[in-house]
C-alpha cells in the first residue's frame, strides 16, 4: 500500500497542517495550532499501521468536532467517546471524505 502525504487538510470548517515525524510512530493534533502530527517511522516497513495512526487522529478530531469527545475530570490522559448512531454515520462520512487525501 502507498500513502500520499498532503501538508494541509480540511477537516470542517478548519484548516490543519500535517507534520510527519520520522522518528516514531504516534500521533496527535492541535486545535490551537491547527496541526496534526503523524509518526511514520515504520511506513515502509508496515503502511497499514501509520494509516491506523492517520485514522486514529483523523476520527478523534470529528469526533470532537460533532462534540462526541470528552475528557473525564478523573481521568486527564483518558478521553471518553459517546454518540449514537447518526454521529457515526456523520463520522464515517466524514472520514471516507479525508482518506481519499492520503490514500495513492
Known amino acids: 500500500m502507498q500513502l500520499k502525504f498532503p501538508k494541509k487538510i480540511i477537516i470542517g470548517a478548519m484548516s490543519f497542517s500535517l507534520t510527519y515525524e ?3 510512530n ?14 511514520i517511522e515504520c511506513y515502509k516497513t508496515n503502511p497499514e ?5 492517520i485514522i486514529h487522529e483523523l476520527v478523534e478530531i470529528i ?14 490522559s483518558n478521553y471518553l467517546f459517546c454518540y449514537k448512531h447518526k454521529e457515526h454515520t456523520k463520522c464515517c462520512q466524514d472520514l471516507a ?8
Open 63 to 76: 469526533l470532537e468536532q460533532l462534540s462526541s469527545r470528552y475528557q473525564p475530570s478523573d481521568n486527564y
Open 26 to 39: 504516534s500521533g496527535s493534533f492541535s486545535f490551537k495550532n491547527e496541526e496534526i502530527i503523524i509518526g
Open 97 to 104: 471524505g479525508l482518506l481519499t487525501n492520503f490514500i495513492k
Open 49 to 53: 499501521y501509520t494509516l491506523s495512526i
Open 22 to 24: 520520522k522518528d516514531n
